[in-house]
């Protein structure tokens, strides 16, 4: 398997604009997570989804981030309009029940 | 609120020692503890994960260990290499908070040869 698969790697725009990150998860995995890191702040979770449907979005910091899961391979997280405080790098993670976590290589986001 | 800390935040050791890395919890109530490493500008990687059950995992030179009623994890990595410098993190999921992870902050290493 190729693993979580997370597109773009990188992300530089300007204040003010939609940001979409997408996300591919392992196949047959029915935990979804995503996640932000920062230095100041560490790895904090921002939703997850089960079975495609989110179960917990209290880490969702405002009503800018939005996040959807159409189906069981796709997964996108959407800033709008984004902040120059949400530059971070952004973890897409899967899981199958209770078995270990497996991350994606991260979308480092910069918005200036 | 589950609160997870790992210290020292960083560590410097010669190549062969031993690394003796820490992880603490402040809720016992928990489902599993997982020990994960991170690689500069990459994802984390899942290296052991212990059932509330357990005490101890191993695999090849890496050991953790768990004492829940202490709230205290501890893994091991023996004859250090260079290869294994990185970002060590751990990761608790406790039972109040459904199927999320707390993790820790963090230790980085550097193995120097």
């Known amino acids: 398997d190729a693993g979580v698969i997370q597109s773009p790697r990188h992300e530089v725009t300007e204040m003010g604009q939609e940001v979409t990150l997408r996300c591919k998860p392992i196949?047959?995995?029915?935990?979804l997570f995503w996640y932000r890191q920062t230095m100041m702040r560490g790895l904090e979770l921002l939703i997850y989804f089960n079975n495609n449907v989110p179960i917990d979005d209290s880490g969702m910091p405002e009503d800018r981030f939005s996040a959807k899961m159409p189906n069981a391979s796709f997964s996108t997280l959407k800033i709008q309009p984004s902040e120059p405080r949400d530059s971070a790098v952004y973890f897409c993670a899967s899981s199958q029940g209770d078995s270990p976590l497996h991350f994606g290589n991260g979308t480092r986001l910069t918005v200036t | 609120k589950q609160e997870v800390t790992q210290i020292p935040a960083a560590l410097s050791v010669p190549e062969g020692e031993n690394l003796v890395l820490n992880c603490s919890f402040t809720?016992?109530?928990?489902?599993?503890l997982q020990w994960f490493r991170q690689d500069p500008g990459k994802g984390l990687t899942s290296l052991l994960l212990?059932?509330?059950?357990?005490r101890e995992q191993t695999s090849g030179r890496l050991n953790a260990s768990l004492d829940k009623s202490s709230g205290r994890s501890t893994l091991y990595i023996a004859a250090s290499q260079p290869g294994d410098s990185a970002t060590y993190l751990c990761a608790v999921k406790g039972i109040a908070a459904g199927n999320k992870l707390t993790f820790g902050g963090g230790t980085r290493v550097l193995v120097k040869p």
């Open positions: 809720d016992s109530a928990i489902y599993n």
């Open positions: 212990i059932q509330s059950s357990q």
């Open positions: 196949s047959g995995h029915d935990y």
